[in-house]
């Protein structure tokens, strides 16, 4: 059984940074895509981004291109989100992912099956 935790949500002010964790157990970690999504409150999950098994191949969505990076480390069964220069706009509850399918450049929310229980981030201006 799949099981997913996230951390490292909080309150920040604007420009500030925060790294989220995404641990994961009861499955091999190292064969999943992974991915970050988040959805503020009256909106719909968004993609956020999302990494291969290996780690070499990650893909953003364009809001937080080259502010957020998506990493993971499969000998601790983690993965991370580290997010950089936030904007009021970033807060959401973010959500880690996992799936067995090949990484797609623009996953949807339907893509994957598996999913933590979310992390409130709230960027404070």
């Known amino acids: 059984q799949v099981q997913l935790v996230e951390s490292g949500g909080g309150l920040v002010q604007v420009g500030a940074s925060l790294r989220l964790s995404c641990a994961a157990s009861g499955y091999t970690f190292s064969s999943y895509t992974m991915a970050w999504f988040r959805q503020a409150p009256g909106k719909e999950r968004e993609f956020v981004a999302t990494i291969n098994w290996s780690g070499s191949v990650t893909y953003y969505a364009h809001s937080v291109k080259d502010r957020f990076y998506i990493t993971r480390d499969n000998a601790k069964n983690t993965g991370y989100l580290q997010m950089n220069s936030l904007k009021p706009e970033d807060t959401a509850v973010y959500y880690c992912?996992?799936?067995?399918?090949?990484?797609?450049?623009?996953?949807?929310?339907?893509?994957?099956?598996?999913w933590g229980q979310g992390t409130q981030v709230t960027v404070s201006s």
């Open positions: 992912a996992v799936d067995r399918d090949i990484v797609r450049p623009t996953p949807t929310a339907a893509d994957f099956d598996s």
